[in-house]
């Protein structure tokens, strides 16, 4: 006989990890289905680029996790997690020696924006006291379903203390727009510029102001803390208090069809044939094109959201590259605290320059990093003295070109990608000379890899699509979505494509499990 539960969740990372606790703790018997061998999607860490370094395979820092009201309500210290923060959350080393320091302590930041401009200090701390008034409310509002009514409703009045239309305009303004900003530097430009590149939204694109805002002030506020162990903790602490609360997790098991009949949700098959019958809800936390142009049949898919799918826009591609080191990184000039995040642009406009590569469909000449020094924020991840590094940066969905040198075509084989990490790598070598010479082991990641091994990164996106004004709020993951219903009766879209995107939040996972519990509470008030 069939087996049956009240709900089944397709995949196992961060979304649907937290869409199975939510759903288990409102009693409900819950089945995930994971078609990797272990639970975390993109949150993984694993000993493969050498035995005595715990590396993480894809996300690294998780400020939106320790902000997400979802993820902290779960109480996971009680299930091993253990947070721990580099001496500074971020630092920026530029071409003449200088660093842009951003330290969760926002005195100290302020501190030494000062020493390199005056009067840069005092703008940083105004930016800060802005933040301090709004913070959690467009926090809030960024993480429940849009539109966000409660957290509309209650943050109004403090948007107006925070500067009412003058805040807006900043928020929606482009990072790189020089009128933005109270700061005579550009060291508070750097910090902003590159946190609002964690994303894809041009720095000339309205919404990268807010995301440059939104990711430094979460640094000055909770840091960007990282699982005590290797990233795999904090999905495993997910795992654990789901199993505590009576939930089932099957590894390599990946569905293959969600069955649909008259419009609702009845059951999903899996590759080796099972049919798990479903008495509630599905939800998909596997990415939109996964869902609607593979797991469903054509004919299930309601007309709206075949159209939209059409124009559906994935985020760009990545490449990762993992380092073992011998030593710890010896930047040129070393930074007044050492950072747990690095990014590497030679100025704004480099890293603006960047961008418009990969808009173009080229391969970035000189690709703006993001880079962990993973054992400098948790020494566990390797021996003392030495470093576990990674770095990684975007290039486009379809390539046209290469902006540098290497003929790089964008089949990203092996020699591609290794290609490319000498060039991330070379990015390194400039601001930490010597660099090469410290390399115990490296693994390099293209899109092709992170694909095979998450099947969720379609061509390396890490993002779940575009984080582009025209694919958010209700146009996410189409348009007149911006919620997790999907237009079938009991399926409910719960990754990153749904909203409020890509970052491990669990905001799409536990707005579509609230959808799931309040339409199923309906429909039983409606049969009595
Ligand atoms: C290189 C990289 C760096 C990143 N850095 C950060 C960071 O530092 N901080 C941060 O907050 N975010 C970061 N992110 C983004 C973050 O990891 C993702 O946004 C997040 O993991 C999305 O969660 P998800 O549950 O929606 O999808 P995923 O984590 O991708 O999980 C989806 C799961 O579904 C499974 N699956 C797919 N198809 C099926 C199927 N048919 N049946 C069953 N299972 C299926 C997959 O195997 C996978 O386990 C990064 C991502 C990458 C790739």
Redesign the pocket.
Known sequence: MDASYDAVV?????????AANRLADAGWSVLV????PH?????HSDRSVDPGFEH??????????AASPAIRSFGLEDYGLVWRHAPAVLGHPLPDGRWAMLHRDRAVTAELLEEQAAGDGDAWVALCERWQRIGDQLVEALLTPFPPVRATAKGLWRVRSAGGLDLVRMLLTPVADDTLWRFRGDAPRLLLAGSAA?SDIPLDAPGSGLMGVLMTMLGQTVG?PVPEGGSSRLVDALARRLRDHGGEIRCS????RVEVESSRVTAVR?ADGSRIVVRRAVVA???AP?LYG??LADGDLPARVRRGMRRFQLDPG?V?VDWALDDTVAWATAPPYAPGTVHVADSVEELGEANGQISAHLVPARPFL?V?QMTTTDPTRSPPGTEALWA?THVPQRVHGDAGDDGITGTWDHAECERFADRIQARIEERAPGFSSRIRARRV?GPRE?EAA????LG?A???GTSQLHQQLIFRPVPGSGRAETGIRGLYL????AHP?????GA??MNAARAALAHSRWWSRRAR
């Open positions: 397709i995949g196992a990372g961060p979304n649907g990890l937290v289905l994971e078609s990797r639970v975390g999607g993109a949150v993480d395979m894809f996300s690294s820092f998780y400020p939106l996790a964690h960007f098991a990946p569905a293959e899996t936390a596997v990415v996964i593979r797991l990545t990762k993001l962990g990684y990641m992170l998450d099947p969720n990164l390396g890490i993002n779940g719960g990754s990153a494509s995107g890509g970052a491990v939040h799409p996972g």
